[in-house]
């Protein structure tokens, strides 16, 4: 419950990887509001606009608007500023009262103007984070940069402490939940034992008294045994021995066949990786960090390099992001696991050089004599990543979907069409082909996609 | 049929009688399998401690074993960059350009690199000299990975520290400036303009400064010649391609002759083009590669040799020569001089002939008809050495005058006939450095050893002809702690700079001119009109002096030809040293691949041998036999020069060999520094006296048995005789080619049609998308075995030892096969004895069909047949076809019955007979984690008990067709290539696809020279052959 409230105002940040432009998602938003949640967004929303007429109460110009701000912050700064956190720039909170409002506006439009004209407080700026250089922003109105400053002069809020109790009772209240139930479960059991051992005592019981009373106890007569009966048919041996046989057959061979079978494999990685939170939730492209899937046979597994892209600028997981199962400190901490492996000091924000790769646990795993170019059904087919990896956007740990079997990838083959227009290389052979068996669609399998040695060599 | 010539592939066919070679006829295959023996040793069996019951339980217990055991699978780890360096992309090859010059091959060449590790040599089209491979340059990536290279600096055999090393050599050198004691840098051929500047700032600042450059097989004869006559110390550039008319006196140019990379130009000339190709005559005592190509060969003894160059020039300058020869020869020279004359400007002449005068009287020659071939303008320089030189410095370090010695991809402890005096002059030099890969003999006996990087690892440049450069640059960061002799000399001088600031500068200032130095780099080549210094200066004086000259040159050379005439014939038998395709000379020597690679000729393996000519063998007591097992026996040899004697050198009969000569080759019988399976052979350079290639000798038989590796009697293809066509150039040019080359029929319905007509399986349609046929000229295939060691390369081919290859289980996709063709049948000669006992003309032709045999060489790999005999054999359906043509084979399916192999005519199916990766009985490349990064990721590594066979390389036409539909284009004819056919530089092999009705290769289809192997069995192979044309004038 508290996740879904998390949701409800915390933003989620969207990296697109051709120009790191960071915007605020909305929409992605709403689909995480669930009705049941409905009256404590409202009482949230209540809770905002109290703050909101606070600050305007408390601004010098009344037309500044934190709101708009916010937007305005996520739009241009947070690529390089944080409130509270030193980035590639410095933090931000309460910057208004540090400079002067005329200052600030010319630092903002044109810092490396304000630098070159000799002005003190740009130069020792410059002093302590160059070489980064800010990036000019003239298309900024003077409206726009008000209600930036007033954003940052807004106080903290924390609802971080209180999240965290809230998810703190909530995972201690399950795990209690459990221990009731084993203690329930126990009791039940000590009370069938006492019925049973009484039921025994009073059986004991009643046969003293009716022995002490004469009464004869019928023992029952001696049948035939219903195993002996079974061993002199024959024909019922026969038929359960024929049919055993089967059956075990049939197990021993749905047991062969799953051997060297990984499909469902699961196993723990060195850095818990969520792909749900990043393909999914936040709807990073997969080829933006498999980027050789394009090109290459594999689709390759990113190179830490690529993940302080964003990284850089994520030292943390925004309190929405953490669920029942996983805290925002489990996330943080995989982070900075991430920062040990490349090497990188938040501290300083910058590299130390010692760094050391990570060993991942490979989960799709074609055998050698199998070849499988990842090019060719990503570029040249354009088969969509989740048609053999399953919905990876929504698994927060990775496993294996596709049986990859060779028995699935032929199936494939044969259903799947092959995509040419527009491609000059299938120009001439589609026009034969297409002749030849007489459709107008030709599968993988009609171009030769089943012969042999198209993937064993 | 084309003739009715016998061919034959090895001396034991030519036994009358013998029932090996009837026996390997019939066999399919040679490998029998020895139950009988086994099950009939009564008392063996009884004593076993294993029963027949035991065996059972293990077989059992295995099973359960080996079952359980599949059941959980591995955990396989990956492991991606921490920074991915951009250049790179997981599972993409890059290529770049560099060059290959360790002192004995010269080339430029591209390097395919994968995650950063050259896998593969190929060709560089952008070089116009030298840009053709041999074998041994393909095989030199997996020099890179040898396991036993040094992998630091060490003083003592201790590893020491670089820094340490500098301080001491630096005191040394100062020290020797000091004392005006010699200091000597020994060295390698570099043709480098930037050492060669290097070592002059080097020499300025130490004052007493010698470079000496050695050359193990020396040229010193030919630079002494060409440099007396054109004043510069270089090597003549010949253009083959240009020739009508070839005639070599033991120049084996298509072999390593001055520096090699003459065949694809040679080749050019052979393939007949409206009627007309070069005529070669070769006069030689060994059986040379160059000798095996030629149209008329004259085998000869080397004292013989001399003579009958003199006569040559006589004949050819209308002046009498005194000496004499055998009439035979005489008649030859004499034809050949004629033919010469005939074809003017476009004939040249050619020796080796280790002879300054030799030497001379060729240049003189060449010049006289001023032949096109030649070119002294722009001489190549990749031979530098100095024999004056080297005898100098080894009298100066004997005389303790030399304070330091420096030396640098030179091992004169092995490759030097007075290594002992060089030895006993090392131990009186004050400090000594050996810049080595390996610590080989010369660098466990120097002070220091300062560990070379691979040219794969170095920065370098190269002029290997005038105005013709090279650069060299590293495709993969040092393996080890090493540095490059340069950098060294760079350090030593006190420079902050390293080498490949060096060259940049040098080359920017004088060789580039305004071209780009990245430009020059990307293409690995570049061709200048300036020139260094020097060089220029050289010209200047050469263009000067010839009228002075003139006459002075005319009397010189009349002086040369009587030296020669004068020449007297030896006593006994005569030593002809030969440097091998595979060995070169020996630096290589480590390389499972070079090791295992077929000689062309004598097709023995993992060996060098005495040559023997059969007459000299009856004489001298020598016998070659074939063993049960197919595998090649000889008797050893004392043999003796001067005062050194080779113990046991283990003898082989070479058809071909001039009568009272023997042959030896160099490179082999190396103890340090290689693995022991690779320690085979004897050390030819212990006899190579005063650097002269022709040795008197005596050779005695001792007691023992050698055991030879020879691939010769393996896949004779059950003596089907239509396996080879050749033809002469009259027939080709005369008649029909129904004649030479007619195609098969079968009798259908009483009728005759094409054998293709006729046939039990349905067609397969192979009209559609793309169909590879591989096309391959008898002409142009000069049987350099370069495709050989590429294919290995490509398709990580496994290497298999001695012992395995001597049973016939090498694993070769790819065989050279080499025939020998006498000038008639045995039959037919007998039948002419009969017919006419006293015609001397008779008893000519009568000559042992072995002393001077015709040679033609054949690639086979698999034919990839479209109605193949191994598909429909095969009970798991593990070789099927493919609609492109490829015979596919999938390993994954294969239970290895062999019974594919058992039914392919053409024999080209391998067999595992073992595990050959991370197996200690196979110490090769591939049981160590640094020679596995020699393997092609690409292609499956085969595991035990499958068949392996040629996929067509169909891992680079599939690429092709990928890069094509990935950038939406059709693809261009030439773009398909298999390893072969883009390692042949002679331009034998031509690939690609037929329903690409513009192709080079369906207009080589449509050639009447066009023939199937084996054609009549109706197996419609992707494979065709061109019929051999020779320029005789008889067949």
């Known amino acids: 419950m508290c996740t879904d409230?998390?949701?409800?105002?915390?933003?989620?940040?969207?990296?697109?990887?051709?120009?790191?432009?960071?915007?605020?998602?909305?929409?992605?938003?709403?689909?995480?509001?669930?009705?049941?949640?409905?009256?404590r967004i409202l009482g949230i929303g209540l809770a905002l606009l109290l703050s909101f007429s606070s600050s305007l109460f408390a601004q010098d110009q009344p037309e500044a608007d934190p709101a708009a701000g916010k937007t305005l912050f996520n739009t241009y700064c947070?690529?390089?500023?944080?409130?509270?956190?030193?980035?590639?720039?410095?933090?931000?909170?309460?910057?208004?009262?540090?400079f002067e409002r005329e200052w600030l506006h010319a630092w903002i439009k044109n810092s490396q103007a304000l630098i070159k004209s000799g002005d003190e407080e740009a130069v020792r700026i410059w002093e302590e984070y160059k070489p980064a250089v800010m990036t000019p922003f003239p298309q900024l109105s003077e409206q726009d940069l008000d209600d930036i400053i007033a954003y940052t002069m807004e106080v903290e809020e924390e609802p971080a402490a209180t999240d965290v109790a809230a998810t703190g009772a909530a995972g201690s209240g399950g795990s209690s939940s459990g221990i009731n139930g084993d203690i329930v479960l126990g009791a039940l059991i000590l009370v069938f034992g006492v019925l049973v051992v009484m039921l025994f005592l009073v059986n004991k019981t009643l046969r003293k008294i009716a022995e002490a009373n004469g009464v004869e106890v019928k023992t029952p007569e001696k049948t035939k045994p219903l195993w002996r009966a079974f061993v002199q048919n024959q024909f019922l041996v026969i038929v359960t021995v024929i049919l055993l046989l089967l059956g075990s057959a049939y197990y021993a061979f749905g047991y062969m066949m799953q051997i060297g079978v990984d499909q469902g494999y699961e196993p723990v990685q060195p850095i818990h990786f969520s792909h749900k939170i990043h393909a999914g939730d936040n709807g990073i492209d997969c080829k933006y960090c498999h980027s050789s899937a394009r090109t290459s046979q594999t689709s390759g597994i990113p190179s830490l390099n690529v993940c302080m892209n964003c990284h850089q600028s994520i030292p943390e997981v925004s309190e929405s992001t953490a669920t029942a199962e996983y805290s925002k400190e489990f996330y943080d901490g995989e982070i900075a696991k991430l920062y040990k492996a490349v090497g990188w000091d938040v501290s300083t924000q910058s590299y130390t050089g010692e760094s050391q790769p990570v060993k991942w646990v490979r989960i799709h795993d074609l055998p050698d004599f199998v070849y499988f170019n990842h090019s060719q059904h990503v570029s040249v087919a354009g088969i969509a990543c989740q048609v053999c990896h399953g919905e990876v956007q929504e698994m927060e740990i990775l496993h294996q979907h596709a049986p990859l079997t060779m028995g699935w990838c032929i199936q494939c083959h044969q259903d799947t069409n092959v995509k040419m227009e527009g491609n000059e290389y299938y120009t001439k052979i589609h026009e034969e082909l297409a002749k030849k068996y007489g459709v107008d669609q030709l599968t993988a399998a009609q171009m030769g996609g089943m012969e042999c040695a198209k993937c064993h060599y | 049929m084309a003739s009715n010539r016998k061919y034959w592939s090895?001396?034991?066919?030519?036994?009358?009688?013998?029932?090996?070679?009837?026996?390997?006829?019939?066999?399919?295959?040679?490998?029998?399998?020895?139950?009988?023996?086994?099950?009939?040793?009564?008392?063996?069996?009884?004593?076993?401690?294993?029963?027949?019951?035991?065996?059972?339980?293990?077989?059992?217990f295995t099973t359960a074993a080996a079952s359980l055991a599949a059941c959980e699978g591995p955990v396989t780890k990956s492991i991606p960059y921490v920074v991915q360096p951009e250049n790179i992309i997981p599972g993409v090859a890059n290529y770049y350009a560099t060059t290959i010059a360790n002192g004995f091959d010269f080339s430029s060449i591209l390097i395919k690199t994968r995650e950063g590790r050259p896998i593969m040599v190929e060709h560089n089209k952008e070089a116009k000299i030298n840009g053709s491979p041999n074998a041994r340059v393909y095989a030199s990536v997996l020099d890179l990975y040898d396991s036993l290279r040094v992998q630091g600096p060490k003083a003592n055999g201790e590893y020491t520290s670089w820094d340490e090393l500098d301080t001491q050599v630096v005191a040394a050198l100062n020290s020797a400036k000091a004392s005006g004691k010699q200091i000597a840098l020994l060295t390698q051929t570099y043709a480098s303009p930037s050492t060669k500047k290097l070592i002059a700032e080097f020499s300025q600042k130490f004052a007493n400064v010698k470079h000496i450059q050695y050359d193990a097989i020396s040229e010193d004869a030919a630079l002494d010649a060409f440099e007396s006559t054109y004043g510069q110390r270089a090597l003549a550039d010949y253009d083959f391609s240009k020739a009508e008319v070839i005639v070599s006196f033991a120049a084996d140019f298509l072999g390593d002759w001055q520096g090699g990379g003459y065949d694809a130009g040679y080749a050019k000339g052979r393939i007949p083009t409206q009627g007309k190709m070069s005529r070669h005559i070769q006069f030689e005592s060994n059986m040379s590669l160059t000798g095996a190509n030629a149209d008329k060969r004259v085998p000869l003894t080397p004292s013989e040799l001399k003579i009958a160059l003199a006569k040559f020039y006589g004949y050819l300058n209308g002046r009498s020569v005194t000496g004499s020869l055998p009439a035979h020869i005489d008649e030859a020279v004499k034809a050949a001089a004629t033919q010469v004359a005939r074809a003017g400007r476009n004939a040249v002449v050619v020796t080796g002939i280790s002879d300054v005068n030799a030497q001379k009287v060729v240049l003189a020659i060449n010049k006289t008809i001023s032949s096109v071939v030649m070119d002294a303008e722009k001489p190549k320089l990749t031979r530098q050495g100095n024999v004056k030189a080297l005898n100098q410095l080894v009298a100066d370090m004997n005389a303790g005058q030399v304070g330091v010695l420096v030396t640098s991809n030179v091992n004169p402890l092995y490759t030097m006939a007075n290594a002992a005096e060089f030895e006993a002059g090392l131990a009186k030099v004050d400090l000594s450095v050996a810049f080595s890969l390996k610590e080989d003999e010369t660098a466990s006996k120097t002070t220091y050893v300062a560990a070379a990087p691979h040219y794969l690892e170095s920065w370098g440049d190269v002029e290997m002809k005038k105005g013709m450069y090279s650069l060299m640059q590293p495709t993969i960061r040092p393996l080890f702690n090493t540095r490059q002799f340069q950098d060294a000399i760079l350090k030593w001088t006190g420079s902050s700079l390293n080498y490949h600031d060096y060259i940049k500068q040098t080359w920017e200032t004088s060789i580039l001119g305004l071209d780009s130095w990245n430009q020059a780099l990307h293409d690995g080549v570049y061709e200048s009109s300036l020139s260094v210094g020097e060089t220029e200066q050289a010209d200047a004086v050469a263009v000067e002096t010839p009228q002075v000259e003139a006459e002075a040159a005319v009397v010189s050379v009349a002086d040369a030809v009587r030296a020669l005439a004068g020449t007297t014939p030896a006593e006994g038998m005569e030593l002809t040293f030969y440097s091998k395709i595979s060995m070169g000379d020996g630096q290589q020597a480590n390389n499972p691949w070079l090791q295992e690679l077929p000689d062309p000729l004598t097709r023995n393996t993992w060996d060098n041998y005495l040559t023997i000519s059969m007459a000299d063998a009856e004489r001298l007591d020598f016998e070659n036999y074939i063993e049960d097992n197919g595998g090649l026996n000889g008797s050893y040899a004392k043999v003796t020069v001067g005062d050194v004697t080779l113990d046991k050198v283990p003898v082989l009969i070479q058809p071909g060999q001039a009568k009272n000569t023997v042959g030896l080759s160099f490179g082999y019988g190396k103890k340090l520094g290689l693995k022991t399976p690779m320690q085979t052979g004897v050390n030819a350079y212990a006899l190579y006296q005063g650097f002269d290639l022709t040795q008197q000798v005596k050779i005695e038989k001792v007691s023992g048995i050698h055991e030879f590796a020879s691939v010769q009697m393996k896949s004779t293809m059950d003596g089907r005789g239509d396996i080879l066509r050749e033809t002469s150039l009259e027939i080709f040019n005369t008649k029909d080619s129904e004649h030479w080359n007619p195609q098969p029929v079968v009798s259908v319905n009483h009728a005759e049609v094409p054998a293709d007509d006729a046939t039990l399986w349905s067609t397969f349609d192979s009209s559609i998308g793309h169909h590879f046929n591989l096309s391959i000229d008898l002409n142009a295939c000069t049987g350099c075995g370069a495709c050989v060691i590429a294919c290995h390369a490509e398709n990580n081919v496994p290497v298999v030892g001695k012992s395995e290859v001597r049973k016939y289980r090498d694993m070769h996709w790819l065989r050279i096969d080499r025939y020998y063709s006498s000038e008639e049948t045995f039959e037919g000669d007998m039948d002419m004895v009969e017919a006419a006992p006293n015609s001397i003309s008779t008893y000519h032709k009568l000559e042992h069909p072995s002393e001077n045999p015709q040679v033609a060489f054949q690639p086979v790999m698999c034919q990839h047949c479209n109605h193949a005999p191994c598909e429909t054999v095969c009970p798991v359906a593990a070789t099927s076809h493919g609609r492109q043509g490829q015979n596919q084979m999938v390993y994954n399916r294969c239970v290895g019955t062999r019974y594919?192999?058992?039914?392919?005519?053409?024999?080209?199916?391998?067999?595992?007979?073992?595990?050959?990766?991370?197996?200690?009985?196979?110490?090769?490349?591939?049981?160590?984690?640094?020679?596995?990064?020699?393997l092609n990721p690409d292609v499956v590594v085969r595991s035990r008990g499958v068949m392996e066979k040629c996929s067509m390389c169909i891992q680079m036409t599939q690429k092709t067709i990928l890069d094509a539909k990935r950038d939406g284009r059709p693809i261009k004819d030439g773009e398909f290539k298999t390893a072969c056919?883009?390692?042949?530089?002679?331009?034998?092999?031509?690939?690609?696809?037929?329903?690409?009705?513009?192709?080079?290769?369906?207009?080589?289809?449509?050639?009447?020279?066009?023939?199937?192997?084996?054609?009549?069995?109706?197996?419609?192979?992707?494979?065709?052959?061109?019929?051999?044309?020779?320029?005789t004038e008889e067949v």
């Open chain 2, 981 to 1031: 056919s883009a390692a042949c530089s002679s331009g034998a092999m031509v690939f690609g696809d037929v329903n690409d009705k513009e192709s080079e290769v369906v207009k080589q289809k449509a050639s009447n020279r066009m023939y199937h192997l084996l054609g009549f069995k109706g197996t419609r192979p992707n494979v065709f052959y061109h019929t051999k044309i020779r320029n």
């Open chain 1, 5 to 39: 409230l998390k949701n409800g105002y915390i933003q989620y940040i969207v990296y697109i990887r051709a120009n790191f432009m960071i915007e605020n998602t909305y929409s992605n938003m709403k689909k995480m509001i669930r009705p049941n949640s409905m009256t």
């Open chain 1, 78 to 98: 947070a690529a390089c500023h944080h409130l509270d956190r030193r980035m590639t720039g410095p933090a931000l909170r309460g910057v208004g009262d540090k």
């Open chain 2, 10 to 60: 090895s001396v034991e066919e030519l036994k009358p009688n013998s029932s090996i070679a009837d026996t390997l006829k019939q066999n399919e295959f040679v490998e029998e399998i020895p139950t009988a023996e086994f099950l009939g040793n009564e008392e063996a069996l009884g004593a076993s401690s294993t029963s027949r019951r035991d065996f059972l339980k293990y077989v059992g």
């Open chain 2, 900 to 934: 594919c192999a058992n039914n392919c005519p053409y024999k080209v199916r391998r067999f595992n007979w073992f595990r050959y990766n991370e197996n200690d009985e196979f110490d090769f490349h591939m049981n160590d984690d640094l020679g596995r990064m020699v």
